[in-house]
Every structure is written in structure tokens, then in C-alpha cells.
């Protein structure tokens, strides 16, 4: 497949001809990735994750409650793209509402992995992921509310990148965690990861979370010297597979010239559940829109209160309900200050965790996943669905922007690793991310 790059430099009869391959391609693929394809459209086609308006699509989040739902606009980041030379090609699968890591709670049904059908994608964002990986998309946007760019990127072998928290508009991004989520690219190379985010970034007045700065175009430099933070006590938690793929990563970002330090970081658990605490309150408030009167489907009843019960009871899948349950639960007045302040005061220590290790070292390098991709079913509760996302979580709540990588290969499935950075310092991020993958390739 080409690269975004180079599609950016095709004469527009060319342009086309692309876009027709692809649809072609992605009707014969039985992977599951795509939603819905779409053959008008002028510009270098790009794949949208089923969460992001795109004016006169029907947009669902992967749920029935949204079935029928026409965006009556395009989000700024669309506009964006468009403003590129790009052009949105088709909706991708996503676990409902972006709740989840496998892709597997979707309306449509499972997205299958490139590298084996019998694995998950990754999820929230696995339609994206699994279309750039199986060469039915040049490039795709995702979202990441807790890991759900960078878990499936790690997955399915390509590039997926979560910019610093306001730095991309999230107007027209359906909410989910509205403090945690944001767009961003994921691509077959860190070059095109770098096209995509500057085409993406930039204030949004639309956006009130936007933040008012300043987005200086990404150059990226491989020759800077970075001091780069490795987590020992992480990598203890990890599969042999992925241990291997954080040697490999180390070793070659030491032949890259930088330096390699250990930091110690608190344990993961209060991450998880700082983050599932904070990220079901604000679902269960973003969810409680869909009611049956403004968006998307409606069962009827003889009184409205049997409407909203009717509507949201059918509409939503198990997992969006039990989430919607627990975040009303520890946003109720009983039980607030128990779980949802107390959330809240770990979110901060998180922060002030990540701030001082950034006064030391300029990235940090970690896995993205405990282990390689999984296969159906494997998880056998909820629990231990939401544990997998010990490493991808913290960089949410605080804000900051990461970018995962394939690094290695562990029986013939890919290994990604993630560099963490501060916030808003992309720049020092992708001037890594390049070097790694220069590292990793040589
Ligand atoms: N797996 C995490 C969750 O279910 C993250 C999902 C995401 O980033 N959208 O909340």
C-alpha cells in the first residue's frame, strides 16, 4: 500500500483510481473492518472510525440506539482533512461507544486481526487499525480515551498515535470520557503519523476543552539525543513476548545515540481504577442523550418514561449498560465522595507523578499491552478486559500524548511499544518515534 505521502502527490485522476481500488479490495476483505464505504468524495481517501461526524453519514458508535442517525455536520477535524487534500472513505468498526479493547462488543459484529482471524483487533478503534494493517486503507483516524489508538495500532503492526489532551478539536467526536478522549492518527509509518497530526492539531473555538496554543508544524529531527525513561517495574507485568519486543526497543534507541534511564512508577491498579471510575461518570452522563427523542432510534410506549426505558434498554449493548450503571453509581450522592472525588485525587497524584519524571528525562518508553494480541473470548470477565489496559491508561488521565510502534514479531504477531511524552511537547515525541523506528529497521 502506499503511504499517505505519496498519495498526497498523485494527480487527481490517480486519486480516483485509488479510491476505487480500495472500495474494490475492502468489499472482498472478510475481515470486518469496514462499516460502510462511500465512492463520492474528491481527495485522498482516509478511513473514519464510526464515533466522528461526517456530514450526511450515518454515524452509530458501532450501537442500534444510533441506527438511523444522519450527522448533520462535519467535525473539525474532518473539515481539516478536507482542507488537506483529503477525503473520508468508509466508517470504521469500534467496540460500542469506544468502550472496550477487542472490538468485539460491536452492533456489527467482531472486526477479525489481519495477522491471525483467530485474534482481536484491539479495540475501541480495531475497524481503524485492522484496514491500515490489512492494506484496505492508506491511513485511518481512531480515538483514545484510555488506549484505544495505540492498543490496536500495537496489535494489528502500525502506527497509532494519541495527541496531548485539547490539542485536536473534539468537536464533532461523539463523547465518551469528554476529559480523556481525543483523535489522532493511525498510519502504516511514524512519517505519515507526523503528515496526519499536523493536518489534525491546531485551537478549536469550537471545542471549549481546546487548548488556546499555538501548534507549530511537526519537522521531525532523528539526530537529537534524547534521555529516555525505561519502567522496570512495569515490564515485570508483561508477556515474555513483549519483554523481548522492550529489550529490542532499549537496544536500539541506545544505538540511536540516546540515553537509557529506569524510573520507578506507582502501581498500575490505581490507575485502573482511577481511570474506569473517571471514565464511566462522565459515559454514563455524555450516554444519557440518548433517550429515543433527539438521536437515532426510538421504541415507542404509552408514556415517555416507558419510551426512555423501552429505547435505552433495547438500544444499548451489555457492556455500555453496565458502565452506564456504575458511573451513575459512583456519581450518586451517597457514594460521590467515596469513589468519584477520591478517583479524582488519584488522577491528580498520576499527573504529579508523570511531571516529575518529565523534569528528568524527555520521554518515556513502555509497553502498550501485557501481551501480543488475544484471541476471542479469552477474557473471561469484564475485569479482566479493563486490567489489560494497565499501560495505556495513565497517559490519558494525565493528558499526555503517546505514540505506539511495532517493534518486534512473537509468532508472527505484532509487538508495539508506546513512547509517552509531556504535555504538549509532541515535537520531542515524533523527533523519538522516528529515531525508534530508524533504530528498530537498521
Ligand atoms: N479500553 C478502554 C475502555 O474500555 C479504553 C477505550 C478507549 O480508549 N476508547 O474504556
Do not use: W
Given at each position: 500500500m502506499i503511504t499517505l505521502r505519496e498519495a498526497l502527490t498523485l494527480p487527481k485522476e490517480e486519486v480516483r483510481e485509488l479510491r476505487k481500488d480500495l472500495i474494490a479490495k475492502a468489499?472482498?476483505?472478510?475481515?470486518?473492518?469496514?462499516?460502510?464505504?462511500?465512492?463520492?468524495?474528491?481527495?485522498?481517501?482516509?478511513?473514519?472510525?464510526?464515533?466522528?461526524?461526517v456530514k450526511g453519514w450515518e454515524i452509530t458508535c458501532g450501537s442500534q440506539i444510533l441506527q438511523g442517525y444522519i450527522a448533520p455536520y462535519d467535525a473539525t477535524v474532518i473539515q481539516k482533512l478536507q482542507e488537506a487534500g483529503l477525503s473520508p472513505l468508509g466508517r470504521t468498526n469500534m467496540d460500542e461507544f469506544a468502550m472496550g479493547s477487542s472490538t468485539e462488543t460491536s452492533c456489527y459484529g467482531k472486526t477479525l486481526n489481519p495477522h491471525d482471524p483467530s485474534r482481536v483487533p484491539g479495540g475501541s478503534s480495531g475497524g481503524s487499525a485492522a484496514v491500515v494493517a490489512e492494506g484496505i486503507a492508506i491511513a485511518a483516524l481512531g480515538s483514545d480515551t484510555g488506549g484505544s489508538i495505540r492498543q490496536p495500532a500495537a496489535f494489528c503492526g502500525i502506527v497509532g498515535m494519541k495527541p496531548s489532551y485539547g490539542r485536536v478539536s473534539r468537536y464533532g467526536l461523539t463523547a465518551y470520557g469528554s476529559s480523556l478522549d481525543q483523535i489522532g492518527p493511525m498510519t502504516q509509518d511514524v512519517e505519515d503519523a507526523i503528515l496526519l497530526y499536523n493536518i489534525l492539531a491546531g485551537y478549536d473555538p469550537k471545542d471549549s476543552t481546546s487548548a488556546p496554543i499555538?501548534?507549530?508544524?511537526?519537522?521531525?529531527?532523528?539526530?537529537?539525543?534524547?534521555?529516555?525513561?525505561?519502567?522496570?517495574?512495569?515490564?515485570?507485568?508483561?508477556?515474555?513476548?513483549?519483554q523481548e519486543g522492550y529489550e529490542k526497543a532499549?537496544?536500539?534507541?541506545?544505538?540511536?545515540?540516546?540515553?537509557?534511564?529506569?524510573?520507578q512508577m506507582m502501581e498500575a491498579k490505581y490507575k485502573i481504577a482511577a481511570y474506569y471510575i473517571t471514565a464511566m461518570a462522565e459515559a454514563s452522563t455524555n450516554l444519557s442523550r440518548y433517550d429515543g427523542v433527539r438521536y437515532g432510534k426510538r421504541v415507542e410506549a404509552e408514556t415517555l418514561r416507558e419510551m426512555y426505558i423501552k429505547t435505552r434498554s433495547a438500544g444499548f449493548g451489555d457492556e455500555v449498560k453496565r458502565r452506564i450503571l456504575l458511573g451513575t453509581f459512583v456519581l450518586s450522592s451517597g457514594y460521590y465522595d467515596a469513589y468519584y472525588i477520591k478517583a479524582q485525587k488519584a488522577r491528580h497524584l498520576i499527573q504529579e507523578e508523570y511531571k516529575r519524571i518529565f523534569q528528568e528525562v524527555d520521554?518515556?518508553?513502555?509497553?502498550?499491552?501485557?501481551?501480543?494480541?488475544?484471541?476471542?473470548?479469552?477474557?473471561?470477565?469484564?475485569?479482566?478486559?479493563?486490567?489489560?489496559?494497565?499501560?495505556?491508561?495513565?497517559?490519558?488521565?494525565?493528558?499526555?500524548?503517546?505514540?505506539?510502534?511495532?517493534?518486534?514479531?512473537?509468532?508472527?504477531?505484532?509487538?508495539?511499544?508506546?513512547?509517552?511524552?509531556?504535555?504538549?511537547?509532541?515535537?520531542?515525541?515524533?523527533?523519538?518515534?522516528?529515531?525508534?523506528q530508524r533504530g528498530i529497521r537498521s
Open positions: 468489499r472482498e476483505s472478510k475481515l470486518n473492518g469496514y462499516i460502510s464505504l462511500d465512492q463520492r468524495g474528491e481527495g485522498v481517501p482516509i478511513a473514519i472510525k464510526d464515533n466522528i461526524n499555538d501548534s507549530p508544524k511537526i519537522v521531525p529531527n532523528p539526530e537529537r539525543k534524547l534521555t529516555i525513561a525505561t519502567v522496570p517495574n512495569y515490564i515485570r507485568e508483561a508477556s515474555r513476548a513483549v532499549i537496544a536500539a534507541l541506545q544505538r540511536e545515540g540516546h540515553k537509557i534511564v529506569e524510573v520521554l518515556i518508553l513502555s509497553p502498550v499491552a501485557p501481551d501480543v494480541a488475544f484471541e476471542f473470548g479469552s477474557k473471561k470477565s469484564p475485569l479482566e478486559m479493563y486490567l489489560s489496559d494497565l499501560y495505556t491508561i495513565g497517559v490519558n488521565l494525565a493528558g499526555l500524548p503517546a505514540i505506539s510502534l511495532p517493534v518486534h514479531q512473537a509468532g508472527g504477531l505484532p509487538v508495539g511499544l508506546q513512547l509517552i511524552g509531556n504535555l504538549f511537547d509532541e515535537q520531542t515525541l515524533f523527533d523519538g518515534a522516528i529515531s525508534l
